[in-house]
């Protein structure tokens, strides 16, 4: 006899099931792992994020009637989780896009891996490989920190996290023209922010 598949959400959340319609689960699904993910890296403490995750849709099942007809409500959704997010930091007197947390530097890790990969090796050849690391991860940190807010979004959600472009744009509530332009445009100022060439930098978005 095989047990019952774990659900994601928690307890907060699960209590609502019996009373909510499956489109409203179908959309707690698609937003579930990204946000929190996201919580995660920014707050550094996955009980944290999933305590977020769960009261910001608690939120959302109680304003259903009104976020299904928005013109937008991913957008909305991730607008106001990613605000939450940034009342939790505040609160503990950080601020969004800290370097504080292991996962947040695994995460630009992952995000800038593709951006690097095409010229590490002339870095290297030109400073030497100890403080060509070196470089490279503090070009990293002020080029992250200092992206817009939507470009930070995209690489995280699209690099990062693994998301495809499709969902990316879904969770974010923009076009995937939008997203490709966005990661195109942060993979350039990354560049430029270490000091490499933009145009090295094609765009490599294939699914």
Same mark, same amino acid.
């Given at each position: 006899?095989?047990?019952?598949?774990?659900?994601?959400?928690?307890?907060?959340?699960?209590?609502?099931?019996?009373?909510?319609?499956?489109?409203?689960?179908?959309?707690?699904?698609?937003?579930d792992r990204?946000?929190?993910?996201?919580?995660?890296?920014?707050?550094?403490?996955?009980?944290?994020?999933?305590?977020?995750?769960?009261?910001?849709?608690?939120?959302?099942?109680?304003?259903?009637? %009104?976020?299904?007809?928005?013109?937008?409500?991913?957008?909305?959704?991730?607008?106001?989780?990613?605000?939450?997010?940034?009342?939790?930091?505040?609160?503990?007197?950080?601020?969004?896009?800290?370097?504080?947390?292991?996962?947040?530097?695994?995460?630009?890790? #992952?995000?800038s891996a593709?951006?690097?990969?095409?010229?590490?090796?002339?870095?290297?050849?030109?400073?030497?490989?100890?403080?060509?690391?070196?470089?490279?991860?503090?070009?990293?940190?002020?080029?992250?920190? %200092?992206?817009?807010?939507?470009?930070?979004?995209?690489?995280?959600?699209?690099?990062?996290?693994?998301?495809?472009?499709?969902?990316?744009?879904?969770?974010?509530?923009?076009?995937?023209?939008?997203?490709?332009?966005?990661? %195109?445009?942060?993979?350039?100022?990354? #560049?430029?922010?270490?000091?490499?060439?933009?145009?090295?930098?094609?765009?490599?978005?294939?699914?």
């Amino acid at each position: 006899m095989t047990s019952p598949a774990p659900d994601p959400a928690g307890p907060a959340i699960r209590s609502h099931r019996s009373v909510m319609p499956p489109e409203f689960w179908a959309f707690q699904a698609r937003y579930d792992r990204a946000c929190l993910e996201y919580g995660r890296i920014h707050l550094g403490n996955a009980t944290a994020a999933r305590r977020l995750v769960d009261t910001t849709f608690v939120y959302l099942a109680t304003i259903w009637g %009104r976020l299904e007809v928005m013109d937008n409500p991913g957008g909305y959704a991730w607008a106001l989780f990613k605000q939450r997010v940034h009342g939790e930091l505040a609160a503990q007197g950080r601020s969004p896009a800290t370097t504080e947390t292991l996962a947040f530097a695994r995460a630009i890790s #992952a995000a800038s891996a593709p951006l690097l990969g095409a010229f590490r090796s002339t870095f290297h050849a030109e400073y030497g490989k100890e403080i060509a690391e070196l470089e490279e991860g503090m070009g990293l940190y002020r080029g992250m920190t %200092r992206l817009s807010e939507r470009q930070f979004d995209v690489l995280v959600l699209r690099d990062a996290l693994g998301f495809d472009t499709r969902d990316t744009a879904l969770i974010m509530g923009i076009s995937e023209a939008t997203v490709r332009s966005t990661r %195109r445009t942060a993979k350039h100022r990354l #560049a430029a922010a270490m000091g490499y060439r933009s145009d090295a930098t094609a765009d490599d978005d294939k699914e």
